[in-house]
């Protein structure tokens, strides 16, 4: 320990290289800890969904069609910053977001949030998680928006 300062002054920027790469590792596990904070299983949404949630899928109406979570209503992810409006009456219920992968959800679930929106979660993994645990897909629009 007594060298330390001396291998500092002789490697002044793999030292400054060393700090950055640190700095950078911690505030990605900060971002990636408060995105999961709504984070939710597949598991978890069913049991919420048998509880009144409301459903929403982020993908386009083409994907939609070809097969979306039973009950989920289609929204475009542009309609996320007017859901305050258009979806009041869920304000104080669980409000789960969707997409293929999961980060489009994370980030309609934050401005969800910031809406007032006291419940809002995201499917972790987004549809391709629901699909790893082989669980059914509807297929059809009968719950697009403006059709609920």
């Known amino acids: 320990m007594e ?3 001396e291998y500092i002054a002789n490697h002044p920027w793999l030292v400054l290289m060393t ?6 590792v911690l505030v990605f596990e900060i971002r990636a800890r408060r995105d999961a904070f709504a984070g939710v299983s597949p598991q978890d949404l069913i049991r919420m969904q048998n509880q009144g949630a ?10 939609f069609a070809t097969g ?11 309609d996320m910053l007017t859901a305050g409006d ?5 304000k104080e219920k669980n409000v789960i977001v969707y997409c293929d992968s999961g980060s489009t959800g994370a980030a309609a679930a934050r401005v969800l949030a910031r809406q007032g929106f006291k419940q809002t979660f995201n499917l972790k993994g987004g549809l391709s998680g629901w699909r790893g645990e ?5 297929r059809g629009e009968a719950m697009a928006k403006g059709k609920s």
């Open 3 to 5: 060298k330390l300062p």
């Open 19 to 24: 700090a950055v790469a640190a700095a950078l």
């Open 54 to 63: 409301l459903i929403i899928d982020l993908r386009k109406p083409e994907e």
């Open 68 to 78: 979306h979570i039973g009950g989920a209503r289609r929204m475009d992810s542009a």
């Open 86 to 90: 258009t979806l009041k009456k869920y």
């Open 134 to 138: 082989n669980l059914p897909l509807a």
